[in-house]
């Protein structure tokens, strides 16, 4: 079984909708990150938790928020899509135990496409 | 501030010659460095990593990565490429930023790599 998964895999939806991606991870690490990738940009931070109570914005969290319900949900959520969102998101957890490497372990991906 | 460029989008090398995939960083401190492996439709997987022990360091499927500080360099090589390499390459690095070193990766924009037959 995967140790970081996302639901769903792939969405496609409107404009103006709201939108929920999910990630659950059994690996029992503390830090979870959601990237978007685009392409020819690489791979971009949206936010990151260190636990339940502690969410930080990314490089590009503006239109993003994010829910971390549990040590192994964290939930990012689109209150009102845009075509410009459409892209792929990755999920990511690190180990604290190896913190100051921040090796980071992704998820499948859920592809996302905004009409 | 941290950076990563990878100096070519595309790299195209026929099989069984030589992968070089390149990559330099700035930062302000001494960092950690990762190369990534994107194959079609699937997530991240870790290629090898740096973290300041051995300078020239051993991945997984035949790769390897040198840190030349000097350079501000982490490039990527394999010695005979097969046509299963043919995939997306990131590089990747870690430092101090504002989280303590937790507060994500800077990624390179990605290498596609192109096997010819």
């Known amino acids: 079984d995967a140790d970081v998964t996302q639901t769903p895999r792939n969405r496609i939806t409107k404009t103006g909708k709201r939108i929920m991606l999910e990630c659950s991870q059994t690996k029992g690490h503390d830090r979870m990150y959601w990237y978007r990738q685009d392409p020819g940009l690489g791979l971009r931070l949206i936010y990151y938790s260190f636990d339940v109570k502690d969410i930080n914005k990314g490089e590009i969290s503006d239109g993003y928020s994010v829910s971390r319900q549990a040590q192994a949900k964290f939930s990012l959520s689109l209150e009102s899509a845009i075509p410009n969102q459409t892209a792929l998101y990755f999920c990511a957890t690190s180990d604290p135990g190896l913190a100051r490497f921040n090796e980071q372990f992704f998820g499948p991906g859920t592809r996302l496409t905004v009409l | 501030a941290q950076s990563v460029t990878q100096l070519g989008s595309h790299v195209s090398v026929s099989e069984g010659a030589l992968v070089l995939l390149r990559c330099n960083y700035s930062s302000s401190v001494p960092p950690y460095l990762f190369w990534y492996v994107q194959y079609p439709n699937q997530g991240l997987q870790l290629l090898l990593k740096y973290t300041s022990a051995a300078t020239l360091v051993k991945g997984i499927n035949g790769f390897e990565a040198e840190f030349k500080k000097s350079e501000t360099s982490f490039h990527l090589t394999k010695p005979s490429a097969h046509m299963s390499d043919a995939a997306e390459y990131f590089c990747?690095?870690?430092?101090?930023?504002?989280?303590?070193?937790?507060?994500?990766?800077?990624f390179g924009k990605g290498t596609h790599l192109i096997i010819q037959p």
């Open positions: 990747a690095v870690s430092g101090l930023g504002s989280g303590g070193g937790a507060d994500g990766l800077t």
